[in-house]
Each structure stands twice: as C-alpha cells, then as structure tokens.
C-alpha cells in the first residue's frame, strides 16, 4: 500500500522560506512521477510543480523562480523549497505520486499560512 506523507508546514511571515518534505512508503520513489499541488480556502486545488522520474521540474507560473521541487530517491522523499513567500501562497499544501498526469495516490496535506 503506497502512502505518501507531507510535513514542513507552518506559519511564516511574507518574505520567509519553508521547506516541505513527502515520505513514500510502500513502493520505491524511482517509479513515481511526484508533484504538489495546494488548496487555499474557498478556492479549487491547483498545481504547483511537478518532477518526473527522469527529474524533469515544471512549475506553475505563480511560483516559478520562488519554490524549488526536487527528489531524493534514496530517501524515498520529496521536497518543496519555498522561498519569498507571499500571503497568496497560503493553503493545504498536497504531495501526489504517480505517472504522466495521472496521480494515484495522495498525502494528507500540510497547511502553510504566510502572514502578511
């Protein structure tokens, strides 16, 4: 059974940086296309970037040039460096795993909350 677990979240102020971290367990990272995605209250869940197996990065352009998505497979773990974040950045932020743009499997989410 594939789980995916999120931390790293937190409450910060504009301008500040957070790193999340996603744990796979149960099937090695290697096989996986990952990405995060967030929800902000009252709003739909959006994508924010992406790294395939092969470590090919896509992000949304909102935080293109601030957050930073890579992969250690050697942890089964992926992260999100977050830096200059802004009160828009705000939301749940989800960890998905799965292959082209197909995301099977989810984590539970970590809230970032950035004060302004």
């Known amino acids: 059974q594939v789980q995916l677990v999120e931390a790293g979240g937190g409450l910060v102020q504009a301008g500040d940086s957070l790193r999340l971290s996603c744990v796979v367990s149960?099937?090695?990272?290697?096989?996986?296309?990952m990405a995060w995605f967030r929800q902000a209250p009252r709003k739909e869940r959006e994508f924010v970037a992406t790294?395939?197996?092969?470590?090919?990065?896509h992000y949304a352009d909102s935080v293109k040039g601030r957050f930073t998505i890579s992969r250690d497979n050697a942890k089964n773990t992926v992260y999100l460096q977050m830096n200059s974040l802004k009160p828009e950045d705000m939301a749940v932020y989800y960890c998905?795993?799965?292959?082209?743009?197909?995301?099977?499997?989810w984590g539970q989410g970590t809230r970032v909350t950035v004060s302004s």
């Open positions: 998905a795993a799965g292959n082209g743009r197909l995301y099977a499997y």
């Open positions: 149960g099937r090695a990272l290697t096989g996986f296309d």
């Open positions: 790294i395939t197996t092969s470590n090919s990065t």
